[in-house]
Each structure stands twice: as structure tokens, then as C-alpha cells.
């Protein structure tokens, strides 16, 4: 019933904002003459909130120390899932106005606003994740860019290799899980030493380089990555779970290459095969029975040898009596 409510809420929310502009941007193809307009639009924000904008204004009314913190990378926001989207779409009232007023500064339309289908699948699973104790215990502190900086993020079935991927997917845990100060400002727990927690986890280094914190720190997915974080307690520890025919892996950060998979020669998995060695996913059909047949062969020799030799043994008694 709840879900249900939920649903209709979701579609009432649509229809409502159908016509909104960062709705058309982010649900469909946008035009070349709209795009160039949101190019042209964007453009004027990063004559200020850029790096090399900043160096180059010559505006003595700009407090040039708080515009150094409001800064955007042209070249990672161009590559992001928002490079089509219109800055004013999300900042909102008063920003196209200068000097930007106080107050209008905090009108940013939240994430829900343009992704309310998968908001409401994620807020279900949020709200079982260990970050969900740290939004209860500090109300506003935790949200969508607390993760995703909506300037740079780029979704992983968006990057070239998996790699890619996992260093930006890690990196978001990273400037939390790494900064004491950083963690301080979302949690009154100390912060977790990473090593120390991953102590039982072999090669730790290459781990963490070719696997996402999440492949470990979610339930396994039925359709797409769940954002319920799992606590260290909670977390996979099971090796078979990604060492195996049937790894986790296929469903998680290989995922979005399942569906070009091939099989070549009998390897399994050869998606994983192609990007990385993960002992236990890579196995081939053909040498499992080739070895299978060698060890059947050598258990059989062995046996008809000690066989032979009893047999041999009980005619030697016979012949001498």
C-alpha cells in the first residue's frame, strides 16, 4: 500500500513538473540549438566559477575568497551526467542576477526533483544503509552530493574501462573514510582505520584498485547497485562470493559489460577475463575437464598398480608354499 502511494506520488510529481526545463534536459535528447544555448548560458556562470576565470576577474566587488570555494572544473562538469543540464536548472531564483543574493544562494532544486523515479527506488534502500544512522543523527547533513558531486560524477556504465570506474566510485568514499575532518563533520564515531578493518583482506592494495568499496559494502544486486551501505560487521567477506564461476562481480561492477560478454575458447566470464584476473571467475570449461581427466587417469594408474602389486604379492605366497 505504502509502495503503491508512492508510485502515484511519483507520477503526480512528474506530470507536474513535465515541463520543467532540467526534466527536458536530463529525459531526452537535447537539440543541437538547446544545447548550444545551455553551452552559452553555463559559459557565463564559469566566467566567475572557473579557476582561470577567477584569475582573470577584475571585479572589485566580488569576494574573491568565497568565489575560490564555489569553483567548477569546465573540463570534468563537460565529461559529467550533467553537462547537457543548465546550471540555473538546478540553481535556481536570484542566480541569474548579480551580485547573487544571500538568501537565493540556498534555492538549489533538490535531485529529486529530476530523478524522482530513482530517488524513490533509492530512498527505500538508504534508509537501511549505515549512512541513514548518520542523516538521523545530524538531520540534513547527509544527501545525494554528501556522494555524488553532481559537477564531475559520471555514472561507471559511462567509462571506458572498469578501472575507470572504480576509481571514482572509490574516491567517493575515500574523501570521507580518508579525512578525519571530513568524517568529523558527518560523524561523532572516530574514524574507522581502513587498514586495520581490512586486515583480513589478502593483497588489500590490488583489491582496492580493481574493485569498487560497494562490490563488498552492498547486498547483491537484483537489477541495479543498491544504495544500502553495509556496515564493516555486515560487509562481504565471503572470497567465493567474486572468486567463483558464478561471481557477484557479473552483477556489479562488470554489470554494464555482461551483454557484450563473449565466450571464447571456454573461458567463463570473459568480460572479467578481458579487464582483470580474479582467481576463481576466470575459469575455462576445457581445461576443468582436461585436468579433471589427467587426475582420473593418475587416481586410476595408482590404483590398478597397487592392485597389480596385491595380486602379485598373493601368487609369490602360493608359489613358495
Request: charged share 20%; proline share 4%; hydrophobic share 40%.
Amino acid at each position: 500500500m505504502q509502495t503503491s502511494v508512492r508510485l502515484l506520488a511519483a507520477v503526480g510529481l512528474m506530470v507536474l513538473i513535465g515541463g520543467g526545463t532540467a526534466v527536458a534536459q536530463t529525459a531526452t535528447k537535447v537539440e543541437p540549438a538547446e544545447l548550444e544555448r545551455i553551452r552559452r548560458s553555463n559559459a557565463q556562470c564559469l566566467d566567475c566559477h572557473s579557476e582561470a576565470g577567477l584569475q582573470a576577474l577584475t571585479r572589485p566587488d566580488v569576494d574573491k575568497a568565497d568565489l575560490a570555494d564555489r569553483l567548477v572544473d569546465p573540463e570534468l562538469f563537460l565529461k559529467s551526467n550533467h553537462a547537457n543540464v543548465e546550471c540555473v536548472a538546478c540553481h535556481v531564483t536570484g542566480f541569474k542576477e548579480f551580485p547573487h543574493a544571500e538568501a537565493t544562494k540556498q534555492q538549489i532544486n533538490n535531485c529529486d526533483e529530476c530523478h524522482t523515479r530513482t530517488f524513490l527506488r533509492i530512498e527505500d534502500q538508504f534508509a537501511k544503509s549505515v549512512h541513514a544512522k548518520t542523516a538521523e543523527a545530524r538531520p540534513g547533513s547527509f544527501t545525494c552530493v554528501t556522494c555524488h558531486d553532481p559537477h564531475v560524477f559520471l555514472k561507471a556504465s559511462h567509462f571506458s574501462t572498469t578501472r575507470q570506474a572504480v576509481r571514482q566510485d572509490n574516491a567517493m568514499c575515500l574523501q570521507c573514510h580518508a579525512s578525519g575532518e571530513r568524517f568529523a563533520q558527518l560523524s561523532k564515531d572516530p574514524l574507522p582505520d581502513l587498514q586495520k578493518i581490512h586486515a583480513w583482506l589478502p593483497n588489500t592494495p590490488l583489491h582496492w584498485a580493481a574493485v569498487r568499496c560497494v562490490e563488498c559494502h552492498t547486498p547483491v544486486p537484483q537489477s541495479i547497485l543498491s544504495h544500502e551501505i553495509l556496515a564493516a560487521e555486515r560487509a562481504e567477506k565471503n572470497c567465493v562470493a567474486c572468486h567463483s564461476a558464478n561471481s557477484t562481480l557479473r552483477v556489479r561492477l562488470y554489470r554494464h559489460l555482461v551483454e557484450e560478454e563473449r565466450e571464447t575458447v571456454g573461458f567463463i566470464n570473459s568480460v572479467i577475463l578481458n579487464e582483470a584476473y580474479v582467481i576463481g571467475a576466470t575459469r575455462n570449461r576445457y581445461l576443468d575437464l582436461a585436468f579433471g581427466l589427467v587426475a582420473a587417469v593418475v587416481v586410476g594408474g595408482i590404483a590398478l598398480h597397487g592392485l597389480a602389486r596385491i595380486v602379485a604379492g598373493i601368487r609369490r605366497r602360493r608359489r613358495n608354499g
